[in-house]
């Protein structure tokens, strides 16, 4: 069964951003960088919010000609150019290559989608999250917990209404402190 993956990165006290949308903390090494770059390379497609798509068509359609690229930031290029890519926009009309735009997240229509795309699909961006998981369409958590402690931003999970009971399926630790917590729901 194809499942829609919710993968994030967050901080010790729960936030994915601080201030000003400041990602700044992320501690993506080498190491993590490749764990990500496997994960995103057995996806069959990515659902991204409108900034989050923009965030990344803006540097990664071209990251691999950056002579200060890491072996893993050039492998994630190509993994990204080639990906299958949903932005879920009420703005735009088209997004570039291999890129589908949605305007709603419907639920009948999530689930046609995820039926016809023949695998798993990495979910990205703040907003897009919060309205996949407010309406019970994410399969998997993904969640790398960084280990900083940043006080204020915007928490992962910010709506008060959401309640969630989650299996823990796995852990991993990373050498720069970094644990995956991976979770399934237990509906």
Known sequence: MNKIILMMSV?????FE???QDISWHRVDEELHSYFNEQCRAMAGFFDGRVTHELMAEYWPTADQNPDASEPEIEFAQIWRDARKYVFSQTLSEAGRNTTVISDVVPEQIAELKAQIGGDIALGGANLAASFIRLGLVDEYRICVHPVVLGKGRPLFEDPKVQLNLKLEETRRFS???VLLRYTNDR
């Open 11 to 15: 901080s010790l006290d729960g936030y």
């Open 176 to 178: 720069n402190g970094v």
């Open 18 to 20: 601080g201030p000003d």
